[in-house]
């Protein structure tokens, strides 16, 4: 749980830098987008490792129906991740489309696995999307929607969305539970 811990501190820390220490930053000018980068890559390996090697303690066995809801919010949230809300119509109008996607994500992740690892994991990076929304608009009050794309952006990312999640869900499946059953 350590190297767990550890990862989401570090994720974070490299994600929070920019904005709670702005000079620090700045004075690393392009090149700190290597360090930085490389921080986050680290995070995510020490959560993955982190959350494989953790001791689980089921605090309670979720709804089998619950395993349907979070795939259905998973394809919501990787559209919401997608170039979909910049060049599309559907999502035009929301400021931190990525960010809420990420914290869909880990709400659907939340919905299926009732153990402390992953509360760690998934209600750290809900939290974090929250946080950094409201640092963001802290520092960046100022915001203006790009031009509104076509319905048929929408259409072609979300089938995109569709083929990532089965992808993504195979590969789920191969290291660890299956999204789909079986």
Do not use: C
């Not at 980068?37 to 494989?52: R, T």
């Not at 993504?168 to 059953?181: Q, R």
């Amino acid at each position: 749980m350590a190297l767990l811990v550890l990862g989401i501190l570090l994720w974070w820390a490299a994600h929070l830098f920019k904005r709670l220490a702005p000079a620090k930053r700045a004075a690393l000018g392009e090149k700190g987008k290597g360090p930085i980068a490389l921080a986050l890559f680290a995070s995510i390996i020490l959560m993955i490792w982190g959350y494989k090697t953790a001791d689980v303690y089921d605090l309670a066995a979720p709804n089998a129906a619950l395993k349907g809801i979070n795939n259905l919010l998973v394809l919501v949230a990787f559209y919401m991740m997608s170039p979909a809300p910049k060049k599309g119509a559907l999502l035009n109008g929301l400021r931190h489309p990525m960010l809420m996607g990420l914290g869909l994500w880990a709400v659907a992740h939340l919905l299926v696995n009732w153990d402390v690892a992953s509360f760690a994991l998934f209600g750290s990076m809900l939290v974090w999307t929250v946080v950094e929304i409201k640092v963001i608009n802290r520092a960046e009050q100022e915001w203006t929607p790009g031009p509104k794309g076509t319905l048929a952006k929408d259409a072609m990312f979300f089938g995109a969305s569709i083929v990532l999640v089965g992808a993504v869900g195979y590969v789920h499946g191969l290291v660890g539970p299956s999204p789909f059953g079986g």
